[in-house]
């Protein structure tokens, strides 16, 4: 069974407050400072034991289990767009694999990168051209795919009206 979690431990100042004083807030602060060890200690006492009550409430405590919420993926989306250091490893891969035929997935992946960040603006030029293109080829195919998942669910909610208007006209017609 869970819990709510138990509140924090109330502090002395705090205990001062809600004790004594209940009207300026400015006197509680004096108050802190200009009492003496006799009265402190009695608000000190009420913070240890509201403490121990805390821990001892801690101890029984179990916290519930957050739940993450999946987000639903639609199967049928578009695939994203490659980026243009992407479309730049596309190009360059099978050259460095057949330069260096035993490299790892990872090393081919630094070596790539190394070639993308010493190369010059011009020479990204082309790729970042390319990826702007597939980028906006895919926003419309995007808006296109979220009217269509629109006009099906719209579909389907007339449909279910329509189906729910037809039992009901039965169900009068049998009464």
């Known amino acids: 069974m869970t819990c709510l979690r138990p509140r924090k431990s109330i502090s002395i100042g705090f205990n ?45 405590y179990v916290p519930p289990k957050g739940q ?40 081919t992946a630094k070596k790539l990168g190394e070639m993308w960040n010493s190369s010059s603006a011009e020479e990204k030029q082309p790729y970042e051209k390319k990826a702007a293109k597939l980028k906006e080829k895919y926003d419309k195919v995007i808006i296109q795919n979220d009217m269509e998942v629109k006009l099906v669910d719209l579909i389907e909610k007339c449909y279910c009206l329509w189906s729910m208007e037809k039992s009901l006209s039965l169900c009068y017609r049998i009464l």
């Not at 730049?88 to 035929?101: G, M, V």
């Open 68 to 107: 993450k919420k999946k987000r639903f993926k639609d199967p049928n989306a578009p695939k994203r767009p490659p980026s243009a250091f992407f479309l730049f490893c596309a190009d360059f891969r099978p050259k460095i694999k057949s330069e260096n035929p035993g490299l790892s997935i990872g090393d």
């Open 16 to 60: 001062l407050v809600e004790g004594t004083f209940q009207t300026n807030k400015k006197k509680h602060l004096k108050a802190t400072v200009t009492m003496s060890p006799k009265e402190k200690g009695k608000f000190e006492d009420m913070a240890k034991q509201d403490k121990l009550c805390y821990e001892r409430e801690m101890k029984n």
